[in-house]
């Protein structure tokens, strides 16, 4: 995206708000979605607790599902939009919805941080922080069962999630995406890839039996990977 293009975005953003759709599309190598979206929907349908790093039309459908959710957003703006739509069409619940804010400074098109700075430390400590499980996920003593990574920072989002998970059992992670970008395939290392819906969406419902210190030197490493 030019700067023109990143200075209507910001506008957007800013001043209109988004459109959020009612349902989310994962689309397949082959560009068809039918799979990957069926897939997730029919999973969401059966999970307690839900975890996800990007929102959009599958908070919407978590709401809609009546279903517990944790959504963590690093554009405030985008995360705004989909409460609202979930608050409009009567869906919003006090409790067992939960929004969060990862703040990782200005963010362009899909949460991508933009700006100046982007390697200074402080920006660093919050692109860090950004894949860390919020601990609302956890609340109770009750892990999440299904976790969907599809934000910033995957990589980290996933090994952190394991982390998080290793003494639980019946969850599973979905990494969209991973078909086609090579450099997600470290997760292999640490994980489990039980399939691949679509070509393309990792399923994910167990760890390898990995040390410690090779996860967390596995996770410092990629913190601030951004995609």
């Not at 397949?28 to 979206?37: L, Q, W």
């Not at 705004?80 to 990782?104: C, E, M, N, T, W």
């Not at 299904?146 to 910033?152: A, E, H, I, P, Q």
Request: charged share 25%; glycine share 10%.
């Amino acid at each position: 995206m030019g700067i023109a293009g990143t200075v209507r975005f910001l506008a957007t953003q800013r001043l209109i708000g988004f459109d959020v759709p009612d349902t989310p599309v994962f689309y397949g190598a082959d560009g068809s979605f039918d799979k990957g979206t069926d897939w997730f929907i029919d999973t969401l349908r059966r999970s307690k607790r839900y975890l996800e790093f990007g929102t959009g039309g599958s908070t919407y459908l978590a709401a809609k599902f009546g279903i517990e959710f944790v959504a963590v957003d690093s554009d405030p703006f985008f995360l705004k939009s989909v409460q609202k739509k979930i608050r409009d069409d009567g869906l919003a619940r006090p409790v067992g919805q939960s929004f969060h804010y990862a703040d990782i400074g200005l963010t362009a098109h899909w949460g991508r941080p933009i700006g100046p700075g982007l390697n200074s430390p402080r920006r660093l400590a919050k692109f860090r922080r950004y894949s860390d499980p919020p601990p609302q996920s956890f609340e109770g003593g009750r892990a999440p069962d299904l976790v969907l990574v599809d934000g910033r920072f995957r990589v980290a989002c996933v090994l952190k999630t394991l982390r998080a998970l290793r003494n639980e059992r019946g969850w599973t992670i979905a990494m969209d995406d991973y078909g086609d970008r090579p450099h997600f395939h470290v997760v292999s290392e640490f994980a489990e890839i039980d399939q691949l819906v679509n070509d393309r969406m990792a399923v994910i419902t167990a760890a390898k039996p990995v040390s410690s210190e090779l996860l967390d030197s596995a996770i410092r490493k990629y913190e601030t990977e951004l995609d």
